[in-house]
Nanobody
Framework: QVQLVESGGGLVQPGGSLRLSCAAS????????MGWYRQAPGKQRELVAD???????NYADSVKGRFTISRDNAKNTMYLQMNSLKPEDTAVYYC??????WGQGTQVTVSS
């Protein structure tokens, strides 16, 4: 079982940037995919970005060119660099491993 803890959320103005972190602990055997989902009020949880063990990455169309997912295996940490943020990016962001283990979420609010 992998434990995940997100950090880095907050309030940012439109056009600003944030970097989310997801620190993993526990067994890391059999990790095939890690990534980020988000859930806005009144909406379903949706994919933001995934990174697969073979190196392939997948992004939601709404964040392509603005968000970048990365991993630092030495630190057991995954990141989501978010640039050119828009109000519609406001949501709670969750990291996951294999869509089985989930973090507690971190709030991102984009507002002037």
């Amino acid at each position: 079982q992998v434990q995940l803890v997100e950090s880095g959320g907050g309030l940012v103005q439109p056009g600003g940037s944030l970097r989310l972190s997801c620190a993993a602990s526990g067994t890391r055997a059999g990790i095939y995919v890690m990534g980020w989902y988000r859930q806005a009020p009144g909406k379903q949880r949706e994919l933001v970005a995934d990174t697969f063990s073979g190196g392939w990455q997948n992004y939601a169309d709404s964040v392509k060119g603005r968000f970048t997912i990365s991993r630092d295996n030495a630190k057991n940490t995954m990141y989501l660099q978010m640039n050119s943020l828009k109000p519609e990016d406001t949501a709670v962001y969750y990291c996951h491993v294999n869509l089985v283990s989930w973090g507690q979420g971190t709030q991102v609010t984009v507002s002037s």
